[in-house]
């Protein structure tokens, strides 16, 4: 079964940093790599989003 993934990486305004994956993937788990290399340490949320499953997760990024 496919499932449509779309991922993306916001700042604690609500802007969009980065999009980590979009498209159709199996129904399986799944690994993403987030590079926050040129990004100031700091608050910022993971919004996925699984056909109809919708999650938001907060992470710091410590430099």
Request: hydrophobic content about 40%; overall charge positive; aromatic content about 14%.
């Amino acid at each position: 079964m496919m499932v449509e993934v779309f991922i993306v990486s916001n700042n604690l305004h609500g802007q969009r940093i980065t999009q980590l994956e979009r498209g159709f993937k199996p129904a399986v788990t799944h690994c993403f790599h987030f590079d926050g290399r040129s990004l100031p340490g700091g608050a910022y949320f993971i919004r996925y989003q699984m056909n109809d499953l919708f999650e938001t997760r907060k992470f710091l990024l410590l430099k």
